[in-house]
């Protein structure tokens, strides 16, 4: 496959100043959730130009079909959201938008999906089946893939298999180097909980007429650590983390009522059933130890992503014909569960499924700040390498599964 993994290189390679162009575009235009207007008219606007049709999806999602109906599809996704994040990168393509940035590089994801497109509608006639390419909103709020998958994304045509590829910043792995985990759970579930403990409020010099709910969700927060330390098997991967306490607005006032909000992350959803168990339990009974109610609610479930064996093998082949020593060893899945979620989860409960990571800022180079950080960077020279890797992928992939 040398000549063909060459062509597909060097024609990635040929887009590069309007992948850059593309993405630094969408950079200065960053926007939320499901509420993509300018994100979304770009890509429909891109991918018409290229002679494709774009079809919606869900809320806000696109998909494009290319190659040739009645034989096998394989699906890849590239996510469009930004998060709520005020941007202090130093860059001369900066956010223009308050308050929103790019910290995760699904600017980088869009703009290499459209090359993508490019690509394969180029050799549309080489496609030995059919590619559906999936443009998805909300992966931040663990909400598009999930809305996309219930509006049929998955069907006509019926979906075989399915790929995506996440950049990476502030970790080592080398700019322009592809990351492909072994077969197995890649990374955790998540889910959000909410605790509510009510009490009685009252004048804090008379704590003794109050029923005070600060100290019961302290008594909460505190327990709910022995968690990890007395009832879980050592080596089993479970984080809760109480990211937010709030409570009263005067320091002479004891409040009627306190919340706590959270994660909770596991390998597997028995963990995490456990573990909402366990927390409705905690917080039920602490409160009534001191005279108080709480009420556990949870919220956005993602579940974990599972990397499929046979994509596994299949990825690493396919990419290591195209960057061949870039394409870094196995990675085994198992041995360490990855603490970050991803809502492309969905897809892979559903189909095989195969996450691909490329380096794109390596703290070994200088990139010092990770993903979700208001201080992120990416280096746009890996474009071309995500654009040839995702469009590639398909293309072997129906060559060897038609």
């Given at each position: 496959?040398?000549?063909?993994?060459?062509?597909?290189?060097?024609?990635?390679?040929?887009?590069?100043?309007?992948?850059?162009?593309?993405?630094?575009?969408?950079?200065?235009?960053p926007e939320v959730g499901f509420e993509l207007p300018f994100t979304k008219e770009f890509v429909r606007q891109k991918l018409m130009e290229m002679g494709c049709d774009p079809m919606e999806c869900g809320k806000t999602g696109l998909v494009v079909v290319l190659g040739k109906p009645g034989g096998k599809t394989v699906l890849?996704?590239?996510?469009?959201?930004?998060?709520?994040?005020?941007?202090?990168?130093?860059?001369?393509?900066?956010?223009?938008?308050?308050?929103?940035?790019?910290?995760?590089?699904?600017?980088?994801?869009?703009?290499?999906?459209?090359?993508?497109?490019?690509?394969?509608?180029?050799?549309?006639?080489?496609?030995?089946?059919?590619?559906?390419?999936?443009?998805?909103?909300?992966?931040?709020?663990?909400?598009?893939?999930?809305?996309?998958?219930?509006?049929?994304?998955?069907?006509?045509?019926?979906?075989?298999?399915?790929?995506?590829?996440?950049?990476?910043?502030?970790?080592?792995?080398?700019?322009?180097?592809?990351?492909?985990?072994?077969?197995?759970?890649?990374?955790?579930?998540?889910?959000?909980?909410?605790?509510?403990?009510?009490?009685?409020?009252?004048?804090?010099?008379?704590?003794?007429?109050?029923?005070?709910?600060?100290?019961?969700?302290?008594?909460i927060h505190l327990a709910l650590q022995e968690l990890h330390a007395r009832e879980l098997t050592p080596g089993d991967f479970l984080v809760i983390t109480p990211g937010m306490l709030r409570a009263g607005e005067a320091s002479n006032v004891i409040p009627d009522t306190a919340e706590m909000k959270g994660t909770i992350r596991?390998?597997?959803?028995?963990?995490?059933?456990?573990?909402?168990?366990?927390?409705?339990?905690?917080?039920?009974?602490?409160?009534?130890?001191?005279?108080?109610?709480?009420?556990?609610?949870?919220?956005?479930?993602?579940?974990?992503?599972?990397?499929?064996?046979?994509?596994?093998?299949?990825?690493?082949?396919?990419?290591?014909?195209?960057?061949?020593?870039?394409?870094?060893?196995?990675?085994?899945?198992?041995?360490?569960?990855?603490?970050?979620?991803?809502?492309?989860?969905?897809?892979?409960?559903?189909?095989?499924?195969?996450?691909?990571?490329?380096?794109?800022?390596?703290?070994?180079?200088?990139?010092?700040?990770?993903?979700?950080?208001?201080?992120?960077?990416?280096?746009?020279?890996?474009?071309?390498?995500?654009?040839?890797?995702?469009?590639?992928?398909?293309?072997?992939?129906?060559?060897?599964?038609?």
């Amino acid at each position: 496959m040398d000549g063909l993994s060459t062509l597909f290189l060097n024609e990635a390679q040929a887009l590069q100043e309007e992948l850059v162009s593309w993405r630094r575009a969408l950079h200065r235009h960053p926007e939320v959730g499901f509420e993509l207007p300018f994100t979304k008219e770009f890509v429909r606007q891109k991918l018409m130009e290229m002679g494709c049709d774009p079809m919606e999806c869900g809320k806000t999602g696109l998909v494009v079909v290319l190659g040739k109906p009645g034989g096998k599809t394989v699906l890849l996704r590239g996510d469009m959201d930004a998060l709520p994040i005020a941007e202090q990168a130093e860059v001369d393509y900066r956010s223009e938008t308050d308050g929103k940035m790019h910290a995760c590089g699904h600017d980088l994801h869009t703009a290499m999906m459209l090359g993508a497109a490019g690509l394969l509608k180029q050799y549309e006639d080489k496609l030995e089946g059919q590619v559906k390419l999936m443009y998805q909103p909300a992966e931040e709020i663990f909400g598009g893939a999930h809305d996309m998958v219930q509006s049929g994304v998955l069907e006509n045509p019926h979906v075989d298999a399915a790929m995506m590829l996440h950049v990476t910043t502030g970790i080592p792995l080398p700019n322009g180097c592809l990351m492909i985990p072994d077969g197995g759970t890649g990374s955790a579930s998540s889910d959000e909980f909410r605790i509510v403990v009510k009490g009685k409020g009252g004048h804090g010099a008379m704590p003794n007429l109050t029923v005070d709910p600060i100290n019961v969700m302290v008594h909460i927060h505190l327990a709910l650590q022995e968690l990890h330390a007395r009832e879980l098997t050592p080596g089993d991967f479970l984080v809760i983390t109480p990211g937010m306490l709030r409570a009263g607005e005067a320091s002479n006032v004891i409040p009627d009522t306190a919340e706590m909000k959270g994660t909770i992350r596991a390998a597997d959803s028995k963990m995490a059933d456990f573990a909402k168990k366990r927390i409705v339990e905690i917080a039920e009974a602490t409160a009534s130890m001191f005279r108080a109610a709480a009420e556990v609610t949870f919220a956005k479930h993602c579940p974990p992503m599972i990397a499929d064996d046979a994509m596994s093998k299949a990825a690493r082949k396919y990419l290591t014909e195209l960057l061949g020593p870039a394409v870094l060893p196995p990675v085994p899945a198992q041995s360490k569960v990855g603490g970050g979620s991803e809502d492309f989860a969905f897809v892979s409960v559903e189909v095989p499924t195969i996450g691909v990571f490329l380096g794109a800022g390596d703290a070994a180079q200088g990139y010092a700040y990770p993903q979700h950080h208001p201080k992120a960077v990416f280096d746009d020279a890996v474009l071309y390498r995500g654009t040839a890797a995702y469009a590639y992928f398909a293309l072997r992939w129906l060559q060897e599964h038609s």
